[in-house]
């Protein structure tokens, strides 16, 4: 009897916590050890104390990981913070996510804001805003933004840089005419800061890439520019 309640409080160590097995489940708010999982889920608040890894990692809330995170699926949505590096097979996170050391994963999806050491997989998509230290690698890296962005470096075999653009809606009446409504676009571009890009295909739309860029094939389109050197290589 003591070794299962030994074994509870090792898995749950808050309120709202349920273990089931290998599988932590936790609703409300809760604490639990770092530890090998079959998989991690919670809703609402939850801190792991030490690295941890599982199959499944899915969190809705306010999430902290005390130490590196290894699952084959992170999906999170609202914040998460990882004090260490996050290894990933698919990694989706729709909110806000900082990663102190290199984010992995053989697939990441990121809609909000991230920041991280750096960031490597094979398809890599952020829609938001980042701010990487290092640099983004991937074979595909799709960068849509709605705000300025800084990585050190980009390198990516298709690399596409657009621009999330904003919609405002301005709306007056007088006592003579009935309601009208006038739509305009906001104007502005995000400007990404980067020290290079080296990419086999660079596609660029309404953002302005503030640094050197070496790649085979540039297409610029609408409001896009690049302000450094532009080295063509060609193919081989």
């Known amino acids: 009897m003591a070794e299962k309640f030994d ?13 089931r097995g290998d599988s932590v489940s936790i609703a409300g708010s809760g604490v639990i050890k770092g530890g090998v999982y079959e998989s991690v889920k919670a809703s609402g608040s939850l801190k792991v104390k030490g690295a941890l890894r599982a199959k499944k990692f899915k969190v809705a809330g306010a999430a902290k990981v ?8 992170v999906k999170a949505s609202g914040s998460l913070k990882v004090k260490g590096a996050l290894r990933g097979g698919v990694v989706k996170v729709a909110g806000a ?5 290199v984010l ?14 750096e960031v490597v997989g094979d398809v890599v998509r952020i829609g938001g805003s980042f701010k990487v230290r290092g640099a983004i690698r991937g074979n595909y890296v799709s960068l849509t933004l709605s705000d300025d962005s800084e990585a050190s470096s980009i ?10 653009k904003k919609k405002i809606a301005v709306k007056f009446a007088t006592f003579e005419f009935s309601l009208n409504v006038i739509r305009f676009r906001f104007a502005k571009r995000p400007v990404l ?8 295909k660079l596609y660029v739309k309404d953002v302005i890439i503030e640094g050197d860029v070496e ?6 389109e609408d409001e896009g520019k690049i302000e450094g050197e532009v080295i063509r290589i060609q193919g081989s």
């Open 97 to 101: 996510i900082s990663v102190d050391g």
């Open 215 to 220: 790649a085979e094939d540039i297409i610029i």
């Open 193 to 200: 800061r980067v020290n290079r890009i080296k990419a086999k």
């Open 7 to 19: 074994k509870y409080l090792k898995v749950v160590g808050g309120i709202g916590g349920k273990a």
């Open 104 to 117: 992995n994963g053989r697939e990441i999806i990121i809609a909000g804001g991230l920041k991280a050491h």
């Open 66 to 73: 005390e130490g590196d995170l290894e699952a084959d699926l």
């Open 155 to 164: 390198e990516a075999g298709e690399l596409y840089v657009r621009s999330e």
